[in-house]
């Protein structure tokens, strides 16, 4: 009211208001910016250390199963120095090996196929409790050699999905070794699955190990990085098991979510949707995993 007697002074106070104004939204932008910034420089940072790792990691995955069929390649063929017991050792450790880096190579071919967006499904109805069946059934000499006994809770009259049998395969399978290869000795693992009111199947595999921190957790299901603690360091392993579970069940129009607490074991939950869903996702990017 004071103002509308003197223009001079209204409008002085005009012009200092739009510059206040125009300085603070200078301001408000410049540290915008610099938070931006500051992001991009971590996570580029991040990056560069997790690839790092996931290299070296791959070098060691690499190089171990190739010194052991070279290795025992040259003591197989020198004449006379092998028993016919030892060479059928020998011949078991080298398949072994063989199948080691097999698995090792096809991980990460399937990575950069997830990475590009050229992973497809060869989809076909498929039950989830078969598929679970005979994953735990191969996975069952892991169990043994650590003696963790596995229950397997399958509710009955599960429906069927549209899905690719081999990788949904290989998705429990890199689920239920993880489960063993982080339980200590005669730890739990338990199976779940049930189907959901929109016509989809939820899939639990729990486990009594070390367990995650929710840091660990994000960190385990990014591309080309792992978790670093005790038990990574002591397991083989390239640590593409986790992304790749992840990456297939979304390109059957799924998801999968690790619910887990340091001591108290991990719980990998799975969700599959009906059929008509899952027909819908034929590819997807690695990029759209985490």
Do not use: C, W
């Not at 028993?83 to 059928?88: A, F, G, N, V």
């Not at 005979?134 to 009955?156: M, S, T, Y």
């Amino acid at each position: 009211m004071a103002l509308r007697g003197h223009p001079a002074r209204a409008r002085k106070a005009s012009g200092l208001l739009a510059r206040y104004s125009d300085t603070f939204g200078e301001m408000q932008l410049r540290k915008y910016t610099e938070r931006a910034i500051r992001a991009a420089r971590a996570e580029a940072e991040l990056n560069s250390r997790s690839k790092s790792a996931f290299l070296s990691t791959m070098s060691h995955e690499l190089r171990t199963p190739l010194n052991a069929i070279i290795g025992f390649s040259d003591l197989m063929r020198q004449p006379g120095a092998t028993s016919p017991q030892e060479s059928s050792d020998y011949a078991e450790h080298i398949a072994n090996a063989g199948r080691r880096l097999l698995n090792v190579v096809s991980d990460v071919l399937d990575m950069s196929r997830l990475e590009s967006g050229s992973f497809t499904l060869d989809t076909a109805p498929v039950y989830i409790d078969e598929v679970l069946e005979i994953a735990v059934e191969n996975a069952r000499p892991l169990f043994a050699a650590k003696q963790q006994p596995v229950d397997l809770r399958l509710e009955k009259n599960l429906p069927a999905i549209s899905g690719d049998t081999k990788r949904l395969r290989q998705l429990f399978a890199n689920l239920l070794s993880n489960a063993s290869k982080f339980t200590d000795l005669k730890g739990r693992i338990l199976v779940m699955a049930k189907a959901v009111k929109d016509g989809g199947v939820t899939i639990a595999i729990a486990d009594t190990g070390a367990g995650m921190t929710h840091e660990q957790i994000v960190l385990a299901l990014k591309p080309f990085a792992q978790v670093q603690g005790h038990l990574a360091r002591t397991q083989e392993g390239a640590g593409l098991g986790l992304p790749l579970a992840m990456g297939i069940a979304k390109l059957h129009g799924g998801n999968l979510y690790l619910d887990s607490q340091p001591g108290a074991g991990t719980t990998a939950v799975v969700t599959l949707p009906r059929a008509q869903a899952a027909s819908q996702t034929p590819s997807a990017k690695i990029g759209n995993v985490a």
